[in-house]
């Protein structure tokens, strides 16, 4: 409604997945169909998607992310085809809840762990904005990762071959604006209470691979039966362009 009703060039959201209970990290279980809603309403009706991402504690239940954590917001968003990366909030609105910044305008520990992530995206921007979204995919998805479920995943990508992994994914999907190419985001997904790092095998149809791993930009070869090789780190993602 909101799309139809007004002409603003993006539709925008808050999403905040990250909470406490009963003294374990826990995912907020509709995290990714939340962020696949908006998403599907702004590549229907051309509209750039926007999000606000955690990053502080605001009540108990709320946790300050880690690095890693911002990482891993980053990376869910961007999978989806994100092109605004907003924080709630930037500063803390009282002594006792700081977020990036102290309501009296101090960096926090946070502020550090995100400025980390924040240079890495912006690494990779450029390259991100050639291509536009097409959807997403998964891979392990099950009930014990709630927070990946969305509805209408892509069924297949012909860039993707095949996944060997045994742990849970999340993929971007995405074709070149202009000329041929493609591009994919890969996430790990296990469950951030873990700290569990995954290892993913893929073969991939294109003569030339580009992964940006931290926002590093690495021109990637095939092992000797054709599959390449990725380590996520709990809450890491990568973003990966085909020709």
């Known amino acids: 409604a909101f799309c139809e009703k007004f002409d603003a060039p993006y539709i925008c959201t808050d999403i905040y997945p990250l909470n406490w209970v009963n003294g374990q990290r826990t995912t907020y279980k509709d995290y990714c169909e939340s962020i696949n809603v908006i998403a599907a309403s702004a590549r229907e009706h051309a509209k750039d998607f926007w999000c606000c991402i955690q990053t502080f504690a605001w009540v108990p239940s709320k946790r300050t992310p880690t690095e890693s954590e911002f990482r891993w917001q980053s990376y869910c968003m961007l999978s989806f085809g994100c092109k605004g990366l907003l924080c709630w909030t930037y500063a803390g609105y009282t002594p006792e809840s700081p977020s990036l910044i102290t309501i009296d305008g101090k960096r926090t520990n946070a502020w550090y762990d995100a400025a980390i992530v924040f240079k890495e995206i912006r690494n990779v921007s450029d390259a991100f904005v050639r291509y536009k979204n097409i959807g997403a995919l998964t891979h392990n998805c099950t009930d014990d990762t709630p927070y990946l479920k969305f509805s209408n995943p892509l069924e297949n990508f012909p860039t993707i071959e095949r996944i060997e992994c045994d742990d849970p994914l999340l993929v971007g999907c995405f074709e070149k604006k202009d000329g041929a ?12 209470e873990a700290v569990k790092t995954a290892h993913v095998k893929l073969k991939i149809a294109g003569s030339k691979v580009v992964a940006w791993p931290r926002g590093q930009r690495d021109i990637l070869l095939p092992d000797a039966d054709g599959f390449y090789h990725f380590t996520l780190a709990s809450g890491e993602g990568v973003f990966v362009e085909v020709e």
Do not use: K
Request: hydrophobic fraction near 50%.
């Open 181 to 192: 190419g493609t591009a994919l985001t890969i996430v790990n997904m296990s469950e951030l």
